[in-house]
């Protein structure tokens, strides 16, 4: 006797999804085998974006590859900016004043609420709901408003340098931003009424994509994505660099609030404590911050010794790591970038066997990728 | 699933709809909260630090090159000769705004403070060409040449003096020579030096002097304006 | 229809003359006009307000370029889709491709026609009408399967199918949760379902309030048919972030136009019907319009209807801009495990309710107690 599902064979379906499509983030790609709305497998396909960027870093100098690291995760080029700084400064011993590194604390933290505020916003809006993401484009005007006062940009910024940052701090920048942060310390409940603990959001995400600890290892997620699988792993703490160690802060893991750990609505609820925590160390660091100079003094014609170092910080979307090598010219011998969201993409094919089509995004966006990191 | 899980779960799908709701009911009732500024019409005030199109006073720069050469992206363009008194002249300054990426980097390296950003940031154009900004407005080619004929008047002019300072010290004895050096050696400059001062001083255009005479010059550019 | 052209040839002695079926059939395309100039003017500036909403709730300020605050907007979004190249993909299958767009909103239109929008304003009094009107938005997942298929694109099939599937699952606690007002009418027609909301009880007399049951089934009713017309937290035919823009995605131009007045038009049908079957209907509070002369009273019952029925479509498009969407299978889960339930469970409540006190609601109860 045959089953009815037997008797009508059914085909697998194979969807390009991506790389134009809405909510893949950028120009990833996704080949979706299908059973009707059921993914057999999903293969990510990288590399619509791939500027060589780790090329350029070897053909120009130290200080010029600084506006590019800018284009490494555009939402948070504060970060790719001091990381390259602080991996350039270990290389070549460069001792930075204690007031740029303050300032760069202060910088890389805005940056990553407001790179927090976009994966929100988007992984809301790929959800369905729209209304949460124009509040945290809202919330991330103010933030861009603060970094066009410090170095007048607002969406790359190339603040840092070598030896320190490109200018102090503006008159009354430190008032602003405690403004700011008495302003959206309350708006962060606000998204948790409004979406996070909805009902129809909470079933879109929990026991979807679970990571376990032991694969998040194995996989070498870093950042958020970790530390939604509960490890509670932070580079600002567990490496510590920069000015973090006198600064407090917990390192928030996911907790399987809704279900297993690991899941989606663990890798954003992780999200949206650390903008929490962000909130913190920024309070810390204002109140800390001293006074003097901020750029170290770096020849002009910089030549860091010949040598090889490899330095690794806490950029929003996980670990963004610089190796470089030296042959005491001006420009590296070679460069790499080591990036979280291109590490993540591993992860992806796994995870999303047996999802739903709608999952998919759910994952991309729970992921927080993005496309210029993984590509570079 | 249990009876009672059943309608917890139904109550709280009431729940946190109602609390959603009422979050963006607030919103959408608060006229207040509308944050968009109406863009043609209101435009907000870019900050002192402001990255927009790069702006290069030619008249004070000194064709050093180091915007050139920290530009991460190759778009400064400059072109310069030697001018008859020793001091580069510019021959062309170009800016591709289409290629710039607004680092500053070139900005912090100019060591005149000459280069610039502008508050500027409006630019549409069909036409990849109007993304370049020049800053000499003359024909390369033409100041080129005006330059190599001021050095080529001021090298014969030097040549003359020479010529003339050897007659003359074959003429007097050596000890008069001596003291009359610096005088004649100032006057046989002249011709080539107010040409010269014109074109640095000249804050618009910033045409190095014409090969006409300076005071023809002089007068062309303030028809220049 | 006929009564109304016989009552016409009798009181105008001019077309006295006329034969009987000419006035008739006049009749019936004259109120097919009106009634399709209100569903477009209603499609326009409901997408117009439907953004304004979304505007406020965005803390925007929405579309305010076009005529005075924008409202003119829609004017300009029409010519654009008119003017639009018409694009049919080359591998499509033409006849369906260009049917679909017409059926969907053929679909949604002709629930137009038994909508009780006044005293007698009603296009056609039907004696099935709630009914039909079930019938005929079902038709809807003809158009919009036909869509799907017929684009010969996956994202549009899938979305077909995902309308097919919702839109058949929805129709059985739609259907269940209206049951309460015919039951309580004791017809099917939607005259005599606003008719037994009056009363000079005011609101009281409105099903909303006639049993705790009723007062359920209205909120069921109102959630089963925002799932029915692809509002938002049950979007997902044409979920823009997973399925691009779903069926109507190889759609441009004018037949893009027809599935937006479609959408539009269901949003109305389903917020008239909430209002006619629920919220009183044309029932001024009150007051008694059907005592008023009959220009006045159509006027006045008119204006009431719509504005408790635009007052429907706003929360439809408040809880549109707040919710995020269902996935497809919770979807399902959703129709089958809660509100069909649900609704049967409330059909009873009230089925008894009517036994038990004789088809009285709790305020004629507590009016009766009172004296």
Not at chain 2, 164 to 173: F, G, L, T
Not at chain 3, 313 to 331: A, C, F, G, K, S
Request: with cysteine; hydrophobic share 45%.
């Amino acid at each position: 006797m045959t089953t009815p599902a037997e008797a009508l064979p059914t085909q697998e379906m194979l969807i390009n999804m991506g790389p134009q499509h809405p909510s893949t983030h950028g120009v990833l790609r996704v080949l979706l085998r299908t059973d009707g709305e059921v993914v057999v497998n999903a293969k990510p396909d990288v590399g619509y974006l791939h500027r060589a960027l780790e090329k350029i870093g070897e053909r120009v100098t130290y200080a010029q590859f600084m506006p590019f690291t800018d284009r490494l995760d555009y939402l948070a080029s504060m970060n790719c900016n001091c990381a390259w700084a602080w991996a350039v400064e270990k290389l070549a011993g460069i001792e930075v004043p204690e007031r740029a590194e303050y300032i760069r604390v202060i910088v890389a933290e805005l940056n990553r609420i407001s790179s927090h505020l976009i994966a929100f916003g988007s992984f809301t809006a790929d959800m369905g709901a729209f209304t949460p993401f124009l509040y945290s484009i809202r919330e991330r005007e103010r933030v861009n408003d603060l970094f066009e006062e410090i170095c007048g940009n607002r969406l790359t910024y190339n603040f840092a340098r070598i030896g320190g940052v490109s200018a102090d701090l503006p008159q009354g920048f430190l008032e602003k931003t405690k403004e700011f942060l008495d302003y959206f310390e309350p708006k962060i409940p606000e998204y948790n009424n409004l979406i996070s603990y909805n009902k129809i959001f909470l079933h879109r995400l929990a026991n979807v994509a679970v990571v376990t600890a032991e694969e998040a290892v194995a996989y070498g997620l870093t950042g958020p994505n970790l530390r939604g699988s509960g490890v509670a792993f932070d580079l600002r703490r567990d490496e510590p660099y920069s000015v973090y160690p006198k600064l407090e802060f917990n390192v928030c893991v996911g907790t399987g609030e809704r279900g297993q750990v690991g899941d989606c609505f663990d890798r954003y609820m992780v999200r949206i404590n650390e903008m929490r925590e962000s909130v913190k160390i920024l309070r810390q660091a204002i109140a800390q911050i001293p006074e003097g100079p901020v750029l170290a003094k770096v020849p002009r014609l910089f030549k860091p010794p010949a040598g090889e170092v490899y330095f690794r910080s806490e950029c929003p979307r996980g670990e963004t790591g610089f190796y470089v090598i030296s042959d005491g010219t001006v420009n590296p011998y070679r460069l790499k970038i080591r990036t979280g969201s291109f590490v993540t993409m591993n992860v992806f094919e796994k995870v999303t066997k047996g999802l739903m089509i709608a999952d998919i995004v759910a994952v991309i966006g729970s992921f927080d990728i993005i496309l210029p990191e993984i590509d570079r | 699933m249990g009876l009672k899980q059943y309608i917890a779960d139904i109550v709280e799908a009431v729940v946190t709809t109602a609390k959603g709701m009422r979050i963006t009911a607030r919103y959408g009732v608060d006229a207040k909260e509308e944050i968009t500024q109406q863009y043609p019409e209101v435009r907000r005030e870019p900050s002192e630090r402001f990255r927009g199109f790069l702006h290069n006073d030619i008249a004070r720069c000194t064709s050093c090159t180091m915007c050139v050469k920290v530009c991460p992206v190759d778009c400064i363009s400059l072109e310069a000769v030697r001018g008859a008194d020793k001091k580069m002249v510019l021959a062309s300054y170009d800016i591709n705004i289409g290629r710039c990426m607004y680092c500053g980097l070139c900005v912090e390296a100019c060591p005149t403070k000459c280069l610039t950003h502008t508050s500027g940031y409006e630019k549409a154009s069909v036409d990849r060409g109007e993304l370049i900004l020049h800053f000499v407005h003359e024909d390369p080619a033409e100041i080129k040449a005006r330059v190599a004929k001021q050095v080529a008047e001021a090298a014969a002019k030097a040549a003359e003096a020479a010529k003339a300072a050897e007659a003359a010290k074959a003429a007097e004895s050596p000890k008069m020579t001596e003291s009359l050096r610096p005088g004649k050696a100032e006057g046989s400059i002249v011709p080539a030096a107010p040409a010269f001062a014109a074109a640095v001083g000249n804050p618009g255009g910033g045409n190095p002097g014409g090969p006409k005479a300076p005071d023809a010059a002089k007068e062309e550019w303030e028809k220049k304006g | 229809m006929e009564a109304l052209a016989r009552s016409l040839v009798s009181a105008v002695p001019a077309i006295a003359g006329v034969p009987l079926w000419t006035v008739t059939l006049l009749m019936m395309v004259l109120s097919a006009a009106v009634l399709l100039a209100f569903a477009l003017t209603f499609g326009g500036l409901g997408s117009y307000v439907l953004r304004k909403v979304a505007g406020d709730i965005q803390v925007r300020i929405g579309p305010n370029r076009v005529g005075p605050y924008g409202l003119l907007q829609f004017l300009a979004d029409g010519a654009k889709l008119l003017l639009k190249e018409d694009i049919i993909p080359a591998k499509a299958d033409r006849f369906l491709f260009i049917l679909a767009p017409y059926l969907v909103f053929v679909g949604s239109f002709a629930a137009f026609v038994v909508l009780p929008f006044g005293v007698g304003l009603t296009a056609s009094d039907l004696n099935i009408g709630v009914y039909y009107v079930m019938a005929v938005t079902s038709l809807v997942v003809v158009g919009i399967l036909m869509a799907g298929w017929a684009s010969n694109n996956k994202w549009a099939l899938l979305g077909g199918m995902r309308a097919a599937a919702q839109i058949v699952s929805y129709e059985i606690p739609v259907g269940m949760a209206i049951m309460p007002a015919v039951l309580i009418a004791g017809s099917l027609s939607l005259q005599d379902i606003v008719r037994s909301q009056g009363g000079l009880l005011g609101i009281f007399g409105w099903n909303l309030f006639h049993n705790p049951f009723t007062f359920f089934s209205f909120f069921l009713y109102f959630t089963a048919a925002q799932a029915e017309t692809n509002q938002t937290p049950f979007d997902i035919p044409e979920a823009e972030s997973e399925l691009v823009s779903g069926y109507n995605v190889e759609y441009s131009g004018i037949r893009y136009a027809f599935f937006f007045l479609a959408e539009f038009g269901d949003m109305f049908v389903v917020a008239a019907l909430a209002t006619a079957c629920f919220l009183g209907g044309w029932h001024v509070p009150f007051f008694r319009a059907e005592a008023l002369p009959a220009l006045w009273g159509n006027l006045l019952s008119l204006a009431v209807f719509l504005i408790k029925a635009f007052a429907l479509v706003l929360v439809m498009m408040w809880v549109r801009w707040t919710l995020p969407r269902l996935r497809v299978d919770q979807l399902m889960r959703m129709s089958w495990k809660y509100l069909v339930p649900l609704t049967f469970v409330n059909l009873l409540g009230v089925s008894l309710w009517l036994l038990i006190f004789k088809g009285k609601g709790i305020p004629a109860l507590i009016a009766s107690l009172i004296g």
